[in-house]
């Protein structure tokens, strides 16, 4: 379920406007067991949680010091192999990563187009999520 960022102000609108007016106050004072605010994550919902955490966590260490281990090696190389040459990636920005293409001998670094390099982050981190999720216990 999606929640827009309209909805989420409104409802914090709401809820100021009555602790103003004193009615949540009132209301809670009413009952004679005040019930504590409690969330539950399923175990689906945690699960997802701890794969986008760990998958964002990898993505970050590819971009600022490339592959190292056999699981970041693994997921670099199927984009590689999806885009059939060698590539290079490094971070622009805080949000923003770039990719570059290496020629045939190995010398020269192509800086790709934004949107190629946009379609090859999004490919690495299927493949990332998908790594991990299998990975999981």
Known sequence: MDISTYQVSNVLR?????????RISSQSNSGNQRVPDVVNLSTGNKKDAVIDKVSSDMLTQIA??????HDEKEVFEKLQ?????RLIMS??????FEFKAID????????????????LLENLK?????????NMI
């Open 14 to 22: 709401v809820y100021g406007n009555q602790l103003r007016q004193g």
């Open 64 to 69: 600022k010091n490339g592959p190292q281990n």
């Open 81 to 85: 192999d999806d885009y059939g040459q």
């Open 91 to 96: 971070r622009k920005n805080e949000n923003e």
């Open 104 to 119: 045939e001998t190995g010398s020269t670094a192509i800086e790709l187009p934004a949107e190629m390099s946009e379609t």
């Open 126 to 134: 299927t493949h990332i999520r998908t790594t991990v999720s299998q």
